[in-house]
């Protein structure tokens, strides 16, 4: 009798503990949303604009407020640019799709080339989990003197024979902790068509 009552409340224990997971993990869930809208509240980004490529294969979102510059690029490379600057001037960057049958790699693998050519070679690569989609991500710094060092934050998103290169530009003394965070946010919402 004593080994079924044992049994009985292991059993129970394991129960609870899984129920308190399940619970834990939707209010992480939850919360995790919350924490992106207060992010984007919080840097005065409420309302986006969506933009298309592709005839719409290819959505995505920039705030409102921003001002954004198509433009027509005479290389055979550059699908899309659309270049934007924030209300307040201090962010700046661009949207980049890139035609490359040779995949995210060899773009990459240029655009580090054309950081190191530069004269740049403090830089970080790394990948970077966005809403389940591994993606390539490079930061590094543009030094036009001791005091103006520009913060620059490289995202590239793979689509069929295309990448999509999100380039963002923001001042080191206005960059606050959430920075990245808010870019992450951007970069979120874009869709492809599949």
């Known amino acids: 009798m004593k080994l079924v009552d044992d049994n009985m409340r292991k059993l129970g224990l394991a129960i609870i503990l899984a129920g308190l997971m399940i619970v ?15 992010t984007l509240t919080q840097n005065s980004m409420v309302e986006f604009k969506q933009y298309d490529i592709l005839d719409g294969k290819i959505k995505y979102k ?3 407020s921003w001002l954004t510059t198509i433009k027509e690029n005479k290389d055979d490379k550059v699908v899309y640019l659309n270049e ?3 209300d307040d001037a201090n962010t700046y960057g661009s ?3 890139i035609s490359s049958s040779e995949g995210v790699k060899a773009t990459i693998d240029k655009c580090i080339a054309d950081v190191e050519g530069m004269g740049i070679k403090d830089y970080k690569k790394e990948k970077v ?6 993606l390539d991500y490079i930061k590094y ?3 036009s003197s001791k005091e103006n060092v520009k913060r620059t934050y490289e995202y590239y998103v793979p689509y069929d024979d295309y990448v999509a290169r999100i380039t963002f ?3 080191d003394k206005k960059a606050r902790e959430n920075t990245q965070v808010v870019f992450e946010n951007i970069v979120k919402t874009f869709s492809f068509e599949k």
Do not use: C, H, Q, W
């Open 62 to 64: 920039l705030p409102s």
């Open 169 to 171: 530009i923001i001042s």
């Open 84 to 86: 934007f600057v924030s």
């Open 141 to 143: 710094d543009l030094k």
């Open 24 to 38: 834990i993990l939707g209010v992480g869930k939850y919360f995790e949303e919350s924490l992106r809208t207060a």
């Open 95 to 97: 949207i980049e799709l």
């Open 129 to 134: 989990k966005i809403d389940n989609i591994e």
